[in-house]
């Protein structure tokens, strides 16, 4: 596609629940980034994949955050037992480059899943 | 700790006028500082990027001042149009060790009005 997809768009879950957020990054796309966008907020990292191989992981808040990307293509964030605090919108993004090669990739953002816990 | 603080929380300007956005950066080794403008509903777009070794960049109405010794960059929007109302933040990057890892500042609702 032309640009970052996420799905779904919007999620609604009750505080327990287990939720999958999808994204397909730009094709071909070696980097893929997951943020969490909380309301009035700026974007804050939560994990960090090149290819298939997650390589940062330390902005993941708990446990209860798996994500993963098996083909090095698309990605999953995998939130179990959610609470009310995990009311946000989550951002996937993807970049061309590598990390550590040069600053200043140009990271492409999709649209988000919103997810609201009831 | 806040490595990027972005002020103000929001903005009012009338259309034609300048808006202007300021950030500060706490973190030495930042060296890539993008502005992103995200539209309700929608993700942050990439609107205009800059690097230490210079202290301004232009394109179209929006440029970039960059102070180094302050650690301070700003975002400025000329002929400021109705169509620029969005959120606005700064962020910063490293070329090290996490270069892929954006440090966000917590955003400016900008308005124009007619």
């Known amino acids: 596609g032309a640009g970052v997809s996420q799905s779904p768009r919007y999620k609604v879950a009750k505080r327990g629940q287990d939720v999958a957020l999808r994204c397909d990054p730009i094709s071909g796309h070696v980097s893929l980034f997951w943020y969490q966008q909380a309301l009035g907020q700026g974007p804050e990292f939560l994990t960090y994949?090149?290819?298939?191989?997650?390589?940062?992981k330390s902005g993941l808040p708990s446990d209860r955050f798996f994500a993963e990307r098996p083909e090095g293509s698309v990605s999953t964030l995998k939130i179990q037992r959610t609470q009310q605090e995990d009311s946000a919108v989550y951002l996937c993004?993807?970049?061309?480059?590598?990390?550590?090669?040069?600053?200043?990739?140009?990271?492409?953002f999709g649209e988000g899943s919103w997810l609201t816990v009831v | 700790q806040q490595q990027v603080k972005q002020s103000p929380q929001s903005l009012i300007v009338q259309k034609g006028g300048i808006s202007i956005i300021n950030c500060a950066y706490e973190?030495?080794?930042?060296?890539?500082f993008p502005w992103y403008q995200q539209f309700p509903g929608k993700g942050p777009a990439l609107l205009i990027a800059?690097?230490?070794?210079?202290s301004e960049k232009k394109e179209g109405r929006f440029t970039i001042s960059f102070n180094k010794s302050a650690k301070q960059f700003s975002l400025h929007i000329m002929d400021s149009q109705p169509g620029d109302s969005a959120t606005y933040f700064c962020a910063a990057s490293t070329s090290g060790a996490g270069s892929y890892q954006l440090t966000f500042g917590k955003g400016t609702k900008l308005s124009v009005i007619p």
């Open positions: 993004a993807s970049s061309s480059r590598r990390s550590g090669r040069d600053s200043g990739n140009t990271i492409y």
């Open positions: 800059i690097r230490p070794d210079v």
């Open positions: 973190n030495t080794a930042f060296d890539y």
């Open positions: 994949f090149q290819n298939e191989a997650q390589l940062d």
